[in-house]
């Protein structure tokens, strides 16, 4: 009698399942707290547009009906916004479906499929389920993609090419000008995959959509609607290409794959991109809080065009990770990454943002370089100035030696200076903040 692994395909015994940030009910439940906050999965804190919420109260009721299979209504707005044909657009159950469906559509066993590293694992998954192998060129010194190596890369049996920009989890980009030479040195018979799903939170001039290349390469570009439009709970990605290559990837998709309440919703989300916008600006003056503070730690990290930050630690991630979750705060280990020192964060409310420094600092200093807890640090007990509430401070504050000397210095929590900034809270002394 065979084995039940002799059951399955060989390829899929070579697949490492996909293991997915915590949930906060989870951590609830695990470690008996409640407010947990996340800023693992790179969600939109501000949550969907509330025409959205709309739009779902009005499609609820239809709910016992099978969804438009062809997602007619959104396909037709997808096409007004990116001014394409209706037949450049393939939906799926978030972006992911969406790979694994490409893998399914030109992989065959053998094929080489070259991606970055690190980058979403998703690539490698979808490689490996159909017996390709997937091929790695590690990122550059400064974190970018490599683009010279990956076009060196190309082989014989090279099928595809998975290109995520903004990279997940660098955050960093690939200018225009760059991406045009690196289709240059690509053969006509490769399909290149330019994954951007983080796309709408750049700023940088010199970055572009790779949709304006689709008819004039073989190129597939990914979005999903999972991050900047806050709809990861109901599941849909989208992907734009020429009319040829989205036929052949249509083949394997299944029907009914886009639910009713996901078509809704990403219709209703589309039209409003005050909500986008507004989403945009708070993640930009989130990262400049948060870069200060990484900079006050003593902490370095890699500046994004996304809404999350890598962020080197100079500790084992998984052990802060481990301590941070007892404070009720969700993060990204680096160790998934090939980084074990980084955690990847993403960039919330200033509320979230202030609470992740707090407990951070407070972790950090009791988890000595070798990854385990730590007597090292100094401590001194403060009051806020404001709400009277104590903390505990430690070494690694930028005012703690100055405080240490003269205890009446004048003290904010971080709650109160948040006060001070978001509601323009006037005093009748002027006092300065730490």
Not at 319 to 337: H, N, P, S, Y
């Amino acid at each position: 009698m065979r084995k039940i692994e002799e059951l399955g395909r060989p390829a899929i015994l070579t697949l490492d399942p996909y293991v997915p940030g915590k949930p906060i009910e989870e951590v609830e439940r695990e470690f008996g707290i409640t407010g947990v906050i996340k800023m693992a999965s790179n969600e939109n804190p501000l949550g969907p547009s509330p025409a959205v919420i709309e739009a779902l109260k009005a499609a609820a009721p239809r709910v016992f009906n099978y969804p438009d299979s062809n997602c007619y209504y959104l396909k037709r707005e997808m096409a007004s916004f990116y001014s394409l044909s209706e037949d450049h657009f393939i939906f799926g159950n978030g972006a992911d479906e969406i790979i694994k469906m490409i893998g399914e559509a030109f992989l065959n066993p053998g094929d080489e499929v070259i991606h970055a590293w690190p980058t979403f694992s998703e690539y490698i998954f979808a490689s490996k389920l159909m017996g390709a192998k997937p091929c790695s060129v590690p990122v550059g010194e400064n974190f970018k993609h490599d683009l010279k190596k990956i076009a060196e890369r190309v082989g014989s049996n090279t099928k595809l090419i998975f290109i995520c920009n903004p990279n997940n989890p660098t955050g960093t980009i690939i200018s225009r000008q760059e991406m045009q030479e690196f289709f240059e040195k690509i053969p006509s018979d490769i399909v290149v995959v330019v994954d951007e799903a983080y796309y709408e939170y750049v700023t940088d001039p010199q970055c572009s959509s790779a949709v304006e290349l689709v008819d004039k390469n073989r190129v597939i570009v990914l979005r999903t609607f999972s991050k900047i439009y806050g709809l990861a709970g109901l599941r849909i990605g989208c992907g734009i290409a020429s009319p040829d290559l989205i036929s052949l990837i249509n083949r394997v998709r299944e029907p009914f794959n886009v639910n009713l309440m996901a078509q809704e919703a990403a219709v209703a989300a589309l039209k409003d991109q005050a909500h986008v916008s507004q989403s945009k600006e708070l993640v930009i003056d989130g990262k400049v809080y948060l870069y200060g503070e990484f900079e006050r730690l003593g902490l370095g990290y890699i500046p994004s065009e996304t809404n999350f930050i890598f962020v080197d630690i100079k500790r084992d991630s998984k052990e802060v990770f481990t301590a941070l979750l007892k404070e009720g705060v969700i993060v990204r280990t680096g160790d998934i990454f090939d980084r074990p020192n980084y955690i990847r964060v993403t960039v919330g409310t200033p509320e979230q943002n202030k609470r992740f420094i707090i407990c951070l600092e407070k972790v950090h200093g009791r988890i000595g370089d070798n990854g385990v807890t730590s007597e090292r640090r100094k401590t001194l007990e403060v009051r806020c100035a404001l709400c009277g509430k104590k903390e505990i401070i430690t070494d690694v504050h930028k005012d703690f030696e100055r405080l240490e000397k003269n205890p009446k210095t004048t003290y904010f929590c971080e709650m109160c200076l948040s006060r001070v900034q978001y509601e323009a809270v006037e005093y009748n002394k002027p006092k300065k903040p730490i």
